[in-house]
């Protein structure tokens, strides 16, 4: 870490000198949100807030149809694109049209909806909680899933007034769709992208938090919010790695806990990826990761004595989550570079999925080459499509 600050100290120096010399430039989208990005593409754009069960008020952004594609035209299959850890929607529209997830798919002919998680850069408001408050910062992915996932499909069918659509995500869904039956039977195709379930074998320099102590987490990050974009990050991203002399370095600390993959990437986009690579999520959240990495469960968040436990689940300990009782049919892509989803990880993972349609493991993807990767719409993206065809001619 404090390498990291040492190295973003220097940039922010030499950027300051380097900075007026002619022939950098910054790509516009380094600073729009989501709905200029699309706007900006041409795209048409919708967006809505969702509010969740327990007062959380989401983000959610739609591309109704393709550049090529009138809005009169029959009703289209929806796809849900749901973002991970630390990260937002801006995820799926980063890259250039031919290169991101939900313009392919608004492409193809598809109605696309992108989710933010609770307390990400765009999803930060509550009915009756401050986000300066702990209180509201009080969730992981037991939250997300129970509530999240839930109130943005409810939103998606109600405005399409379709009932069943593709889903693609990470791990909120393997708990949302194992515990709650009536939403799995609304997902056609879960595509699972790097899905991270147990995390017992990463090796991400993030699994450091786990050799800490709860109270030191707490101590050192507070029990509010964690790695949320700032106004530093912005100047960083806009000043500085715009800049080819500094590719080298902005690329690695884009890397630095997803696993390193410089040739898979467009480094005179790498203003753009570091203006949105970090959304935020909470401490707990990060606490809750760190417990599953110590115990290589897919478990409930441990909420530290047995008294809190009782009042959240009923029970002196947290529950498992069982894998196996996810019935929807499931798409696996890994990578063998992913530092974060490791290949262990994904192995113990695949016997537990009970209707496994398709697995691919590219041996040279990280975890961001599944949205960032430039060969990924050969890679993953054409073959996504592909069965989501397969599937409506069925």
Same mark, same amino acid.
């Given at each position: 870490?404090?390498? +990291?600050?040492?190295?973003?100290?220097?940039?922010?120096?030499?950027?300051?000198?380097? %900075?007026?010399?002619?022939?950098?430039?910054?790509?516009?989208?380094?600073?729009? @949100?989501?709905?200029?990005?699309?706007?900006?593409? %041409?795209?048409?754009?919708?967006?809505? =807030?969702? !509010?969740?069960?327990? %007062?959380?008020?989401?983000?959610?952004?739609?591309?109704?149809?393709?550049?090529?594609?009138?809005?009169?035209?029959?009703?289209?299959? !929806?796809?849900?694109? $749901?973002?991970?850890?630390?990260?937002?929607?801006? @995820?799926?529209?980063?890259?250039?049209? @031919?290169?991101?997830?939900?313009?392919?798919?608004?492409?193809?002919?598809?109605? !696309?909806?992108?989710?933010?998680?609770?307390?990400?850069?765009?999803?930060?408001?509550?009915?009756?909680?401050?986000?300066?408050?702990?209180?509201?910062?009080?969730?992981?992915? =037991?939250?997300?899933?129970?509530?999240?996932?839930?109130?943005?499909?409810?939103?998606?069918?109600?405005?399409?007034?379709?009932?069943?659509?593709?889903?693609?995500?990470?791990?909120?869904?393997?708990?949302?769709?194992?515990? @709650?039956?009536?939403?799995?039977?609304?997902?056609?195709?879960?595509?699972?992208?790097?899905?991270?379930?147990?995390?017992?074998?990463?090796?991400?320099?993030?699994?450091?938090?786990?050799?800490?102590?709860? $109270?030191?987490?707490?101590?050192?990050?507070?029990?509010?919010?964690?790695?949320?974009?700032?106004?530093?990050?912005?100047?960083?991203?806009?000043?500085?790695?715009?800049?080819?002399?500094?590719?080298? !370095?902005?690329?690695?600390?884009?890397?630095?806990?997803?696993?390193?993959?410089?040739?898979?990437?467009?480094?005179?986009?790498?203003?753009?990826?570091?203006?949105?690579?970090?959304?935020?999520?909470?401490?707990?959240?990060?606490?809750?990761?760190?417990?599953?990495?110590?115990?290589?469960?897919?478990?409930?968040? =441990?909420?530290?004595?047995?008294?809190?436990?009782?009042?959240?689940?009923?029970?002196?300990?947290?529950? +498992?989550?069982?894998?196996?009782?996810?019935?929807?049919?499931?798409?696996?892509?890994?990578?063998? $570079?992913?530092?974060?989803?490791?290949?262990?990880?994904?192995?113990?993972?695949?016997?537990?999925?009970?209707?496994?349609?398709?697995?691919?493991?590219?041996?040279?993807?990280?975890?961001? =080459?599944?949205?960032?990767?430039?060969?990924?719409?050969?890679?993953?993206? $054409?073959?996504?499509?592909?069965?989501?065809?397969?599937?409506?001619?069925?």
């Amino acid at each position: 870490m404090w390498q +990291l600050l040492a190295a973003a100290y220097w940039m922010l120096l030499l950027g300051t000198i380097y %900075g007026n010399k002619k022939g950098t430039s910054t790509n516009p989208e380094a600073n729009m @949100n989501i709905s200029q990005i699309i706007s900006y593409w %041409g795209y048409p754009y919708e967006n809505y =807030d969702v !509010v969740t069960k327990d %007062g959380y008020i989401l983000g959610v952004y739609r591309i109704p149809h393709g550049r090529e594609y009138p809005r009169e035209t029959a009703p289209k299959p !929806v796809v849900y694109l $749901q973002h991970g850890l630390i990260a937002s929607a801006s @995820n799926w529209i980063c890259n250039l049209p @031919n290169n991101s997830l939900a313009f392919l798919l608004a492409d193809n002919g598809y109605d !696309v909806w992108l989710g933010n998680s609770r307390g990400n850069t765009w999803s930060r408001k509550h009915l009756k909680l401050s986000p300066k408050s702990p209180e509201y910062w009080a969730f992981s992915l =037991d939250e997300m899933a129970k509530y999240d996932l839930p109130a943005t499909i409810n939103l998606i069918i109600e405005k399409t007034g379709q009932e069943r659509l593709y889903y693609v995500g990470h791990s909120q869904a393997f708990i949302a769709f194992s515990t @709650n039956p009536e939403l799995a039977k609304r997902i056609k195709i879960f595509f699972a992208l790097a899905p991270v379930v147990t995390v017992k074998y990463t090796h991400s320099p993030i699994k450091k938090l786990t050799t800490l102590s709860r $109270q030191t987490i707490k101590a050192l990050f507070g029990d509010k919010m964690f790695y949320s974009h700032t106004l530093f990050d912005q100047f960083i991203a806009t000043k500085v790695c715009n800049q080819k002399i500094f590719y080298p !370095v902005c690329s690695k600390l884009l890397f630095t806990i997803t696993g390193y993959d410089p040739k898979n990437l467009n480094m005179s986009r790498l203003d753009v990826y570091m203006a949105h690579s970090s959304a935020g999520t909470s401490v707990q959240n990060m606490l809750h990761w760190a417990q599953a990495v110590n115990s290589g469960q897919f478990q409930a968040y =441990d909420w530290g004595n047995p008294y809190e436990n009782m009042i959240h689940f009923h029970k002196l300990t947290p529950p +498992l989550y069982n894998v196996t009782k996810m019935e929807v049919p499931t798409a696996i892509w890994s990578g063998g $570079q992913d530092v974060v989803a490791d290949a262990k990880d994904t192995e113990n993972l695949l016997p537990k999925i009970a209707n496994l349609i398709y697995y691919k493991m590219i041996p040279y993807y990280n975890h961001m =080459d599944f949205y960032l990767g430039q060969d990924a719409p050969w890679e993953i993206y $054409q073959d996504l499509i592909g069965m989501m065809e397969e599937y409506l001619q069925n």
